[in-house]
């Protein structure tokens, strides 16, 4: 040692088999003489947290006091035989990983004040473990131990990173061992951390890595929770009685990651960049809003008093913490831009939203932002304040849980859980809520027929709809107290006698108990009461029913208002019906005035009528209606009787078109081009018009079929 040279290049005096002295390396498996190997640590903790006790602690004692005498042993080596023990000696090395890894969390450290004394006794014993590793880490970093033991920072950099001496596994498991709830804890794992990015700075880029492994672990933790029922995921069967749900391992597993991941960005600030390079937050937001939510609520509906909804709650908390890390040192930097687009990319998030803005209002950090960086696009601030507080107002759940915190009874617990953590909303069925679920049902058994109603409504109120139930059946993926019902289970409503007996404490036995329509219990019911045969105003037999014309009155009332014309004067005292008027404006209509020698002597014809039959007319409008249908065909036949028709007779209104157009055109209005029988001869004129017939019919013909469709409807030729 006196040459002080360096570990890799040192050569040390050193006696053969053979009694040869010759010249050994440093740093030789030569140096290894003990033929023991290591022994492995085993857990002080039981699986979920609660200390051994009994047989199985004394187990942990001897097995920790074996350790704890290797740990010395490797501590009081001298300087190459302690590196030559650490790369050559593979059990050395794995006794201080095995340790880490089966280390009590930190953060589950707590322990009754009535604890027996074997019990304190072994938590000293763990102490002086955890110290002697810490120790050991600390040499394994350490370049110069005197001014004769030392070594070149090249060959220690490549000794510690090529033998996997200190790497990032080994790195989380250290600080979740040691962790930050004491300050000279934290300031060891500063010390630390800070000593291997200067010896080696390659752990840099294995610890962003590191960092995109929460993706898969999120994924993971996701499918677990979303396999239930299949062994070894998170709902499958318990595999250790002390748990208390299946889910408690994944929460324990998400409970780990929050706590490294949080110490790892605290005392490694340079991978905050890194973070947001892997979109981490985006990740922790995701996993925040579709795992936990249903991991809470499948914990809860098996054991509502389980510890792992009290860890879960704790993993909420830290992942926060993770995220405000990550915003805190955007808005330091003075990164305006990308805290807002970040902010903006969790707004999918609802219940991540709803958590980081109760226990970090958004709106204050945008205001100190906004005066250091005065350019950034104000609508996109507004927009991102504004889905922050509109998903906090919206939410309906308390900041704590309160039921079930109270129905813990663990003080103790309790302390440990962040009272600004949020307990997510357990989403329970029932039958009035907003689902339907006989429909829901109907649209399972559509699918699955050989199941009963009962155990399909049971695996419904797990699940949100009919088709997550389906999925779970056809999968064999059930909650693990649903696997083993009865899947013939036949769904027997509640009886709504037995509802309304509690109400009122009367029992009926009708249908319409209690509703409108009762009598019992309505003072005025909704009903028309019946007393004997009929119903009151109705006719009370079938003679009755048919000698009933009250509706043709009221027919005949009806068709009366329209023979009614109220003759009223105007204003210049005629009278506002003028028959003579209408007359005109009848023959206006129809076209084309008639010539006036036909006019006149239609007239004529009228008067002459009108003045025989005066008579006539006077005796039958004071002739009584009941004379019977004989009088009727009587006058019919005779002719006597003046009745107006309700619609003309087309034979009549062709006779007087076909005199008006003799009128006005004489002989030319004829266009006859029927003519003779056949075989008889034609004459010219029938020749002509059949030939004019023919050359103009293309302009005509069955073109004009709507105008006189349309001519014989307003003359009240239906047909």
């Not at 609508?379 to 998903?391: E, L, N, P, S, T």
């Not at 389906?470 to 769904?491: G, Y």
């Not at 509690?502 to 005025?524: A, E, I, M, P």
């Not at 076909?658 to 009128?663: D, T």
Request: aromatic fraction near 8%.
């Amino acid at each position: 040692m006196a040459n002080k040279m360096p570990l890799g290049v040192l050569k040390l005096p050193a006696a053969a088999s053979d009694g040869v002295r010759r010249q050994v390396p440093a740093l030789d498996i030569h140096w290894i003489t003990r033929d023991k190997p290591f022994t492995n640590y085993i857990c002080m903790l039981s699986s979920y947290g609660s200390y051994k006790s009994g047989a199985a602690l004394e187990e942990w004692q001897h097995v920790a006091t074996s350790c704890l005498q290797d740990f010395e042993f490797l501590l009081h080596l001298s300087h190459h035989e302690f590196w030559s023990y650490m790369v050559y000696h593979k059990s050395a090395m794995g006794a201080v990983v095995t340790f880490l890894q089966r280390a009590n969390p930190y953060y589950r450290v707590d322990m009754d004040a009535s604890a027996s004394s074997e019990l304190i006794n072994a938590k000293l014993l763990y102490g002086q473990l955890l110290n002697h590793v810490v120790r050991l880490i600390m040499r394994l970093l350490t370049e110069m131990e005197s001014d004769t033991e030392w070594i070149a920072p090249e060959h220690h950099s490549s000794l510690l990173y090529t033998n996997y001496l200190i790497s990032v596994p080994l790195l989380c498991d250290l600080v979740i061992a040691v962790g930050d709830a004491d300050e000279q804890n934290l300031k060891v794992l500063e010390q630390i951390f800070m000593t291997v990015m200067h010896i080696q700075p390659n752990y840099m880029n294995d610890f962003k890595e590191g960092l995109a492994f929460y993706d898969n672990a999120f994924l993971s933790m996701q499918i677990q929770v979303e396999n239930e029922g299949c062994e070894g995921a998170g709902g499958g069967a318990l595999l250790d009685p002390d748990a208390d749900t299946p889910y408690d391992d994944v929460v324990l597993f998400a409970l780990d990651c929050a706590y490294t991941l949080r110490l790892f960005l605290q005392l490694c600030p340079s991978l905050l960049s890194a973070c947001e390079q892997l979109k981490l937050v985006q990740s922790i937001a995701n996993f925040y809003d579709l795992t936990i939510p249903m991991l809470y609520r499948n914990i809860f509906m098996i054991n509502a008093k389980a510890s792992s909804l009290l860890w879960l709650n704790e993993a909420r908390q830290q992942f926060l913490n993770v995220v405000r890390s990550i915003t805190r040192a955007q808005l330091d930097s003075r990164r305006g831009q990308e805290l807002v687009e970040l902010l903006q990319e969790c707004l999918s998030a609802q219940t991540f939203v709803v958590d980081y803005q109760r226990q970090y209002p958004v709106e204050h950090d945008i205001n100190v932002l906004l005066q250091s960086c005065p350019n950034i696009k104000h609508y996109k601030v507004d927009f991102v304040i504004a889905g922050y507080q509109k998903a906090l107002s919206s939410c309906t759940s308390g900041v704590i849980a309160d039921e079930l915190v109270s129905s813990l009874n663990s003080d103790d617990e309790l302390e440990s859980v962040s009272q600004a953590a949020v307990l997510p909303t357990v989403a329970t069925v029932e039958t009035g809520s907003n689902r339907d679920l006989d429909l829901e049902a109907t649209a399972v058994l559509d699918v699955l027929p050989d199941l009963g109603t009962g155990f399909i409504r049971r695996v419904l109120t797990r699940y949100d709809n009919s088709e997550q139930a389906i999925a779970a059946i056809l999968d064999e993926n059930l909650p693990p107290d649903l696997i083993h019902m009865d899947r013939q289970e036949v769904f027997i409503p509640a009886d709504p006698q037995d509802k309304l007996q509690r109400q009122t404490g009367v029992r009926h036995f009708n249908v319409h108990d209690g509703d409108r329509y009762d009598v019992l219990t309505q003072d005025n019911p909704q009903c028309i009461i019946k007393q004997g045969k009929g119903l009151p105003g109705a006719p009370r037999n079938a003679e009755q029913l048919l000698d009933d014309k009250r509706d043709i009155g009221q027919l005949k009332q009806r068709y009366q208002q329209y023979a009614l014309v109220e003759e009223t004067p105007d204003e210049a005292g005629g009278a506002e019906y003028d028959d003579e008027y209408d007359d005109s404006y009848e023959a206006i209509n129809d076209g084309q005035a008639p010539p006036v020698s036909l006019l006149r002597a239609k007239l004529q014809q009228a008067s002459a009528t009108s003045s025989a039959y005066e008579a006539q007319d006077a005796s039958d409008d004071d002739r009584d209606d009941d004379d019977g249908p004989d009088s009727d065909q009587e006058r019919n036949a005779n002719g006597n009787s003046k009745r107006t028709d309700f619609c003309e007779n087309p034979e009549v209104v062709r006779a007087r078109y076909q005199q008006r157009q003799m009128a006005k055109y004489g002989q030319r209005a004829q266009n006859d081009v029927v003519g003779a029988p056949k075989g008889q001869g034609q004459t010219q004129q029938t020749t002509r018009n059949r030939g004019q017939k023919e050359a103009h019919k293309s302009s005509r013909a069955n073109h004009n079929r709507k105008a006189g469709a349309a001519f014989k409807r307003s003359k009240g030729m239906l047909s």
